[in-house]
Every structure is written in structure tokens, then in C-alpha cells.
T-cell receptor
């Protein structure tokens, strides 16, 4: 499985945008980029995923570099509830598995 | 839908005892996954099923662990005998085809 690299932790103030980076230099052409997050004492939850084009949903935006070797999860206005560990995961098109790394712990300050 | 339901939420047992964790996936989901999370090893995939059939159990740590899915609405993860190093949070997740997984709230297991 292709690897991802994320910063261990990031901080943000409430109502500010947050850009969470992910490097995946060994990504293959058919790998999807998934983002999940895990709030304290809860199971992980799906945030967003994409292949080549940038993606938006009600939770976040996903910006994918043109060479696909990196991506950025964008929270447009952080809230205290967004404090969580964010996982960037690559999945091959023909696999059903998610392999979680260590993720980025996001702290949000009031 | 109530989401993925796991029981019990907390389990405390003594070393050597049998432990059974239960999971009810979201109705209509073809895939069911069991994960284990610890501080040291993070979130690890133990086993997953497709249409009640085990597909990949390479993450199951040893023979003390077993998982079954007798029907589309129920799965169990059993540890026999349990050991202190099995203490962790165990998550169940289900998904339709397409890789978006929905996780339960987890079972926190403490083996004394």
C-alpha cells in the first residue's frame, strides 16, 4: 500500500480556515485519496475522498495537487467540534481495506 | 438507520476469560470490518467480511482471536483466552461497495 505522510499535530483558532496537508509521493494512478477523522472517544468518520479533481462537500474541501503527490484537506471555518485526529489514506481501486496511519491531531482554540 | 451498533460499550474481564464482542452493521451494507486501536499501534484492521464471508484475516494477531458473521446483520469477535495485552478499543465498521466505511462507537476492553 502506498504511504502517506502527515504532520503529527496542528493548531487553529475557531472560525479560521484550516489546511491539513498530506504527502503521498508514491501514489499510483488508480489510488483514491480518502480522509477520515476521529473525534475524542468516538469511532472514525468519513470526511471526503477524491481521485484527481478537487472535491467539496458539506464538511470540507479536498484539494489535490496536479501531480497527485500531495493533497490538502480544507476546513473552511474551524469549530471546536472539529478538534480530532485527521487521517489521510490511500486506497487502490480494487481494494476494500483502509490502512490507517498516525494522522494529524488538530487542536482548535476558542 | 441507527448506524453500526456495537456491544458492549465497555468490558472488563480477567486474564484467561473468554470475551465476545458484538456488532450489528448498517442494513444493506455488504462489507463488515473489525479494527483494534491502541496507543502503541494505532488503528489496525483485524479482519473483514464481504457478504458474510471472511475475505482477509491477515490482521488477526493470533489463534486466540476469531471472528464470525453468521448472517448479514450480526458479527462477533471472540478472544479466548484473553490476555492483558488485548486491552484496546475494538471498532466495527460496515460499508456498501465503494470504500466509505461507517464505524461504530467501539468497545473498550480491559483485561486485568
Amino acid at each position: 500500500d502506498a504511504k502517506t505522510t502527515q504532520p503529527n499535530s496542528m493548531e487553529s483558532n475557531e472560525e479560521e480556515p484550516v489546511h491539513l496537508p498530506c504527502n503521498h509521493s508514491t501514489i499510483s494512478g488508480t489510488d483514491y485519496i480518502h480522509w477520515y477523522r476521529q473525534l475524542p472517544s468516538q469511532g472514525p468518520e468519513y470526511v471526503i475522498h477524491g481521485l484527481t479533481s478537487n472535491v467539496n462537500n458539506r464538511m470540507a474541501s479536498l484539494a489535490i495537487a496536479e501531480d497527485r503527490k500531495s493533497s490538502t484537506l480544507i476546513l473552511h471555518r474551524a469549530t471546536l467540534r472539529d478538534a480530532a485526529v485527521y487521517y489521510c489514506i490511500l486506497t487502490a481501486y480494487n481494494t476494500d481495506k483502509l490502512i490507517f496511519g498516525t494522522g494529524t491531531r488538530l487542536q482548535v482554540f476558542p | 438507520d441507527a448506524g453500526v451498533i456495537q456491544s458492549p460499550r465497555h468490558e472488563v474481564t480477567e486474564m484467561g476469560q473468554e470475551v465476545t464482542l458484538r456488532c450489528k452493521p448498517i442494513s444493506g451494507h455488504d462489507y463488515l470490518f473489525w479494527y483494534r486501536q491502541t496507543m502503541m499501534r494505532g488503528l489496525e484492521l483485524l479482519i473483514y467480511f464481504n457478504n458474510n464471508v471472511p475475505i482477509d484475516d491477515s490482521g488477526m494477531p493470533e489463534d486466540r482471536f476469531s471472528a464470525k458473521m453468521p448472517n448479514a446483520s450480526f458479527s462477533t469477535l471472540k478472544i479466548q483466552p484473553s490476555e492483558p495485552r488485548d486491552s484496546a478499543v475494538y471498532f466495527c465498521a460496515s460499508s456498501p461497495p465503494g470504500n466509505i466505511q461507517y464505524f461504530g462507537a467501539g468497545t473498550r476492553l480491559s483485561v486485568l
